[in-house]
């Protein structure tokens, strides 16, 4: 059974920092992307970061480029994201989902297999 947990998220000061970790269990890691999406109250649900099987190729959403990072830890089975200098409309609840795929990333909701149930990111002023 595959499974993605996210965690760390919660309240945060804008400009202050925050990790959030998506654990995968169930899935051959090594063949899979995994991606960072996020969807506040209202909206739909928007790419944030993405990266490739090997963890080799990243790709970020304009709107967090040099603030945040994806990372990978192949002996963990998990990957994070470093919200660094998050501000109010970063608020949102913040899914990881997993696509298995040779390499490269995808930044399209659709072609993902497997989705998290997501964590709650809130970024005070």
């Given at each position: 059974?595959v ?6 998220g919660?309240?945060?000061?804008a ?17 899979y992307?995994v ?5 506040a ?14 963890g080799?190729?990243?790709h ?26 998050p ?16 390499s ?10 497997y989705?998290?149930q ?8």
């Amino acid at each position: 059974q595959v499974q993605l947990v996210e965690s760390g998220g919660g309240l945060v000061q804008a400009g202050a920092s925050l990790r959030l970790s998506c654990v995968t269990s169930g899935l051959v890691y090594s063949t899979y992307a995994v991606a960072w999406f996020r969807q506040a109250p209202g909206k739909a649900r928007d790419f944030v970061a993405s990266i490739s099987p090997s963890g080799f190729i990243m790709h970020y959403a304009d709107s967090v480029q040099g603030r945040f990072t994806i990372s990978r830890d192949d002996a963990k089975d998990t990957v994070f994201l470093q919200m660094n200098s998050p501000q109010p409309e970063d608020t949102a609840v913040y899914y990881c989902a997993a696509e298995q795929r040779c390499s490269g990333v995808s930044s399209t909701p659709i072609t993902y297999d497997y989705w998290g149930q997501g964590t709650q990111v809130i970024v005070a002023a």
